[in-house]
């Protein structure tokens, strides 16, 4: 039997196997390591394409109206699929995107710390890509990490908003929506078609997320996702957050600014 520690370290071992071998199954199948899901309410003739961490599980949440204590349980119940459907016209597509500087931050602060303390190894970086961001080794170093690495091996929790709404140029949804618009864009859909109020899951206590940026990660950043920022209209975000990161730098250099 060995001892317990050589049990965890096969079981891992077994875990990281299956990981890898999935990955390069999906990434011949569908050309992602981790490929964009959809999920689908055939008596609604609507679908929903998921984009983590921007409000996904309460959408999973509303569109089947269902109830659940955290958003684990929505995750384990609700499970999308990989291949888009060749639905019919009548059918009606749509998904939420995130400012990818925020959506980041949201990303790190839950991967790392919120989903971490869990210690559910399915729910961090352990074994994707044989863990070489298992660490945190802090916010920067992550952002340089992810932006390395190719699209196609992305996690879906980084990976580009662009690839999972975009097919050949051409966008697969009907209506995207925006989480920073949460309520306003998303109450019509909801009425429209029977889904149930929105409940808040999976929240993360990161503060602003312009101070986790410095001029560096953020040009890294905007490099990286600079489809998500065009094509979505967040242009204007890595300006902002550039003319707040020299302000908050002056300050540093002149602390007898913080009290004008």
């Not at 990281?16 to 899901?37: K, Q």
Request: glycine share 4%; aromatic share 16%; proline share 5%.
């Amino acid at each position: 039997m060995g001892t317990f520690r050589e049990r965890i370290k096969r079981w891992d071992f077994a875990i990281t196997a299956y990981v890898f071998m999935m990955s390069a199954i999906h990434l011949i199948r569908f050309g992602f390591v981790d490929p964009p899901e959809y999920i689908e309410v055939p008596e609604k003739q609507s679908a929903y394409i998921n984009i983590p961490k921007a409000a996904c599980s309460s959408f999973k949440a509303s569109i089947t109206n269902r109830n659940f204590p955290d958003d684990y349980s929505v995750h384990t119940a609700i499970g999308g699929k990989f291949r888009f459907p060749r639905l019919n016209s009548d059918y009606f597509v749509f998904s939420f995107v995130r400012n990818p500087f925020d959506r980041l931050a949201s990303c790190y602060e839950s991967k790392f710390h919120r989903d971490a303390a869990i210690k559910k190894p399915y729910l961090t970086y352990k074994h994707y890509l044989l863990g070489i961001i298992s660490k945190d080794l802090g916010f920067e170093h992550f952002i340089k990490a992810i932006c390395r690495i190719p699209g196609c091996l992305a996690e879906k929790h980084f990976r580009s908003q662009h690839s999972s709404l975009y097919r050949h140029g051409k966008c697969v949804a009907d209506f995207i929506g925006k989480f920073e618009n949460l309520e306003t864009d998303y109450e019509p859909i909801r009425q429209k078609y029977g889904f149930a109020p929105l409940k808040h899951y999976n929240k993360t206590d990161k503060g602003n997320w312009m101070d986790y940026y410095t001029p560096k990660t953020a040009k890294m950043v905007y490099r990286k996702y600079r489809k998500d920022f065009e094509t979505f209209g967040y242009q204007d975000e890595y300006e902002k957050l550039l003319k707040y990161l020299a302000a908050k730098e002056e300050k540093s250099v002149h602390p007898i600014l913080n009290n004008t």
